[in-house]
């Protein structure tokens, strides 16, 4: 489809790089970021941090992955990253060490 070859990825050091730590995703209910949040919970982050501006799409992954992973802490986060005190109060909350930014 891309006309190149697919980049081969390294599970394993990602896995060692998410492990145990804060991971935030922005955008975490669209489909990339929804994505995301369903590969970063093969790999047992301490705290999944699902920040998105759409209440339906971000209840609909965060059902979905309790579902999946019950054990991963998660904290659903209805905020708008464009609005700088919004993401701050989620940086004080959670501590982020890992951000994937997929906020359209």
Request: hydrophobic content about 40%; glycine content about 6%.
């Amino acid at each position: 489809l891309l006309g190149r070859d697919p980049v081969q990825l390294d599970m394993d050091r990602i896995a060692a790089y998410l492990k145990g730590k804060n991971v935030l995703v922005t955008g975490a209910g669209g489909s990339i970021g929804s994505e995301l949040c369903r590969h970063i919970a093969r790999f047992s982050p301490k705290t999944l941090v699902l920040l998105d501006n759409t209440e339906n799409n971000l209840f609909d992954i965060e059902q979905e992955l309790k579902e999946h992973f019950p054990d991963i802490k998660q904290f659903p986060e209805l905020a708008d990253v464009r609005k700088s005190c919004h993401i701050k109060r989620v940086f004080e909350l959670y501590h982020p060490q890992v951000v994937f930014h997929a906020a359209a």
